[in-house]
């Protein structure tokens, strides 16, 4: 209860006090039940810093938080602080970690709007992350777009992204092989819409001219 979570979390220092697994007051708050009563009440009595803000917001996409219980923290309780800048930071890093479909699209939306995903392959944000920190990210932020744009009742916003192509007459295929993802990634990307691979772009490339 939110009783028993105050008891537990009193005094309320944010930047201090912290659990055996290093997760702090707000944090603690925004994975748990009655989640937007608790941070309410918490910042009522503590002043939230940018710092004490952009750890939650980790926690909460990186071990399956609420999407409701995000957008409060960016919109509600922080409001001055300009929290969408390190969410568009962040946004390559949830897009590999995120558990939860709506949290993949609620970022995927704050930083590129309605746009199709074609448009994160082309800016370079998850191919930078193939080079900094391994294949690992990179082909696992690829992967959970393939996983979640096949769930029809949990993110609309990408239902037919892969059969749909960008101004420069590429479908994701053709943008996918370029960032030498996965064999699995390409095979399932091609299972989706597999008549992508029969179309050239604009300038007449075909899917496997982007992996040359």
């Known amino acids: 209860s939110v ?16 659990d055996a697994y290093g997760m702090k007051c707000l944090s603690i708050a ?3 039940t009655q989640a937007l009563q608790k941070i309410d009440i918490i910042s009522k009595r503590a002043t939230i810093n940018y710092s004490d803000a952009t750890m939650p ?5 990186v071990h399956g938080g609420n999407v409701d219980v995000f957008k409060y923290i960016v919109e509600v309780v922080s409001p001055g602080l300009s929290l969408r800048p390190v969410v568009n930071i962040m946004a390559p890093y949830i897009f590999s970690l995120v558990k939860e479909p709506e949290m993949f699209q609620h970022v995927f939306t704050m930083r590129y709007g309605r746009s199709l995903f074609h448009r994160a392959i082309k800016d ?8 900094e920190y391994g294949s690992a ?11 979640f744009s096949n769930l029809p009742s949990k993110t609309e916003i990408f239902q ?14 053709h943008l996918i092989f370029g960032t030498r993802t996965t064999l699995e990634n390409i095979n399932s990307l091609i299972d989706l819409y597999p008549e992508a691979a029969g179309h050239a772009d604009n300038r007449g490339w075909y899917p496997l001219h982007h992996a040359v």
């Open 3 to 18: 009783a028993d979570f105050l008891i537990r979390q009193l005094p309320y220092s944010l930047s201090e006090v912290e």
């Open 30 to 32: 925004c994975l748990s």
């Open 57 to 61: 917001l980790a926690h909460i996409c």
């Open 124 to 131: 370079g944000s998850l191919r930078r992350l193939k080079e």
């Open 137 to 147: 990210l990179h082909d696992n932020a690829i992967s959970k777009f393939i996983k």
């Open 160 to 173: 037919g992204d892969c059969r749909r192509k960008d101004r420069d007459g590429a479908y994701l295929l």
